[in-house]
Structure formats: structure tokens, C-alpha cells
């Protein structure tokens, strides 16, 4: 098992990297739906549309997306001598990877109000809620690639 995962590290590394692509451009594009939606009408065709919208990319893009990060992000890290525990980057980046599934499953129980015809919060509140994925993309990009403790 050692062998094969030293052998794959670079794809391993490609794939979790192209996951990583596509479960961010969800977690920074739904809430700005979220935006445009709290400010349509409800049960107008433009908030019908923002209902199909989300669904997908909740469903078609983010679901097996997060799966595939922590999957390979999971091979990576049992890849022999690819993370020494003793550093805090691995420590830190996993916080914030937790956090960016609690948002995930956020953006989930949001969209379920939506989907209800309920507006669960303001534009406002949905374009401030927007910045927090970029702040942990920035984080854990720096972490991975300085690793600056
Ligand atoms: C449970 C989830 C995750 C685990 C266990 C994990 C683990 C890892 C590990 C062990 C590496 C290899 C580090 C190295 O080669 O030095 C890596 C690379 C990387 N990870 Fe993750 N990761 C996860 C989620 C994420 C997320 C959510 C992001 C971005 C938002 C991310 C971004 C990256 C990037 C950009 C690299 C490449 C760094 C390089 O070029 O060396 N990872 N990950």
C-alpha cells in the first residue's frame, strides 16, 4: 500500500488539487446566488431559476466534490513522508477544512429554506458570508504551500 501511494502522490496530488477547484467555485459562487435570490421575488420565474441553479450545484458540482478533496486530501496524508505531524500547517489547515464543511452544509440548510419560498437571511448578510470561504482559500493555500510553521 506504501508503494502504490508513493507511486501516485503526483496524481493523487493533481486530482485533489482539481477537487479543491471545483468544491471552492461552489462555495463562492452559492452565497452569491444566495444574494440575487433574497433579492428577487419569491415565485417569480427569476427566483425559480435561482432554486434550479443552487440545487445543481449543490448536488451535481460541491456534494462530489467534497468528497473527492477528502478522499484524495486523505491519500496524501497517508502518503509516507508526505506530512510530518510535528508541524502546525497540517493542524491548522485541517481546522479550516472542517469549518469549510460546516459552511458547506450551511449553504445546504440555506438553499432548504430557499427551496421553501422562505428568505432565511438579507443580500447583506449573504455578500459578508461570501468572504469567509475566500479568507480560508487564501489560509490553507498559504499552509500548504509555505507550510510557515
Ligand atoms: C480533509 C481534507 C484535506 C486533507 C486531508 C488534505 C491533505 C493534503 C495533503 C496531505 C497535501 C500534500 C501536502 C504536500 O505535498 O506537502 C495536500 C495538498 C494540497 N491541498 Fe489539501 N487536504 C484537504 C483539503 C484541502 C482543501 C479544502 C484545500 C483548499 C481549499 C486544499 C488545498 C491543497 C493544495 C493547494 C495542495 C497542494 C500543495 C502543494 O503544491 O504542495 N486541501 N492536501
Same mark, same amino acid.
Given at each position: 500500500m506504501s508503494d502504490f501511494l508513493i507511486a501516485a502522490y503526483p496524481w493523487m496530488k493533481a486530482l485533489h488539487i482539481i477537487s479543491v477547484v471545483a468544491w471552492m467555485a461552489g462555495l463562492l459562487y452559492l452565497p452569491r446566488l444566495f444574494v440575487y435570490h433574497a433579492e428577487a421575488e419569491i415565485g417569480s420565474d427569476k427566483a425559480e431559476t435561482f432554486k434550479v441553479m443552487e440545487r445543481r450545484l449543490l448536488r451535481g458540482i460541491m456534494a462530489p466534490a467534497v468528497i473527492l478533496v477528502v478522499l484524495f486530501g486523505a491519500m496524501l496524508a497517508a502518503t =509516507?513522508?508526505?506530512?510530518?505531524?510535528?508541524?502546525?500547517w497540517i493542524w491548522v489547515k485541517l481546522a479550516l477544512v472542517a469549518g469549510l464543511i460546516v459552511f458547506h452544509h450551511l449553504l445546504a440548510y440555506w438553499h432548504k429554506s430557499f427551496a421553501a419560498d422562505?428568505? =432565511?437571511?438579507t443580500a447583506r448578510f449573504f455578500r459578508v458570508v461570501n468572504e469567509l470561504p475566500t479568507i480560508a482559500l487564501i489560509a490553507i493555500v498559504v499552509l500548504v504551500v509555505v507550510k510557515p510553521f
Open positions: =509516507p513522508g508526505v506530512v510530518d505531524w510535528h508541524q502546525g422562505a428568505v =432565511p437571511h
